[in-house]
């Protein structure tokens, strides 16, 4: 009887075990699919690149877009010379928020390395960006003015908005429909948005290391011929700078082509 007890009570434990494990696997699945649900649903830029990805009829070789946003930084100029080195072109996102002012001089050389600028936030302070689509616009004078010293604002016309066109967080500031309102309104005044469908969640929490984040590309590229990827350009993500040129190496085996969002966009334009 005492050896019947104690089976049972092992079944019950190796039965525990195997349910706690499914849960988190479950969970970790779950973690993983909230986050490119907020942050990366991403496969609809606006202009030809929107069409040709979701009917698929392109005749174009495979491209990736390398684009980094929350620079300038004291990471952009390692960033620059890997990119020099390697002969890749890449599109900056930039910012112009206090703790990267003093770096704000490297727009031009961001520039003059035949790099793509485009627009992200003055603040990227979502409280206020999002407030209205009136804040919005002052938001993004306010980068444009700060840019004016060192590139031809005129010439820029292409943004990604803070956490991507979809996301949810500035639901709870500027209402439900501010995204679309501003997507409309973004074409209505002549720009190009665009967002991501690879995603190296090197910004998160977890604070990634390069082999992570090359591990994070490698997932999310997986299958698809067009790959824009979103990186960061901060004084925290040293690692992006490590991974970076293991990064350009798998793309390069993989039979991709280099080029900006701009160059992208004209491309697949070309094809229709």
């Known amino acids: 009887m005492r050896r019947d007890a104690d089976r049972e009570e092992r079944n019950a434990r190796l039965l525990a075990g195997v349910v706690l ?97 485009a627009l992200h936030s003055a603040t990227h302070q979502y409280s206020k960006i999002y407030a209205s689509t009136d804040a919005f616009w002052q938001d993004i004078r306010t980068l444009r003015q700060a840019l004016e010293p060192y590139v031809d604002v005129a010439a820029i016309d292409w943004l990604r908005f803070p956490g991507g066109s979809t996301n949810t967080v500035s639901h709870r500031y500027g209402g439900n429909g501010i995204m679309k309102a501003l997507k409309a309104q973004a074409e209505d005044k002549g720009y190009h948005w665009i967002d991501w469908n690879v995603c190296a969640e090197d910004a998160t929490a977890s604070h990634p290391d390069a082999a992570q984040i090359l591990r994070n590309i490698r997932r999310d590229a ?51």
């Open 21 to 117: 494990a499914a849960m988190l696997v479950m969970l970790s699945g779950i973690i993983h699919l909230l986050y490119h649900r907020e942050y990366a649903e991403t496969d609809t830029p606006n202009d030809c690149f929107a069409v040709s990805a979701a009917t698929g009829e392109t005749a174009l070789p495979k491209i990736v877009c390398l684009t980094f946003d929350d620079g300038p930084s004291k990471n952009t100029r390692p960033i620059l010379e890997i990119l020099d080195k390697e002969q890749v072109p890449a599109t900056f996102f930039v910012c112009a928020q206090d703790a990267n002012e003093k770096y704000l001089p490297l727009v031009a050389d961001i520039a003059a390395a035949g790099h793509q600028i």
């Open 222 to 272: 997986d299958g698809q011929d067009t790959c824009v990827v979103l990186l960061h350009d901060t004084k925290a993500t040293g690692q992006t700078v490590k991974a970076l040129p293991d990064m350009i190496a798998y793309f390069r085996e993989q039979g991709y082509n280099f080029c900006t969002v701009a160059q992208m966009d004209a491309l697949q334009c070309e094809t229709k």
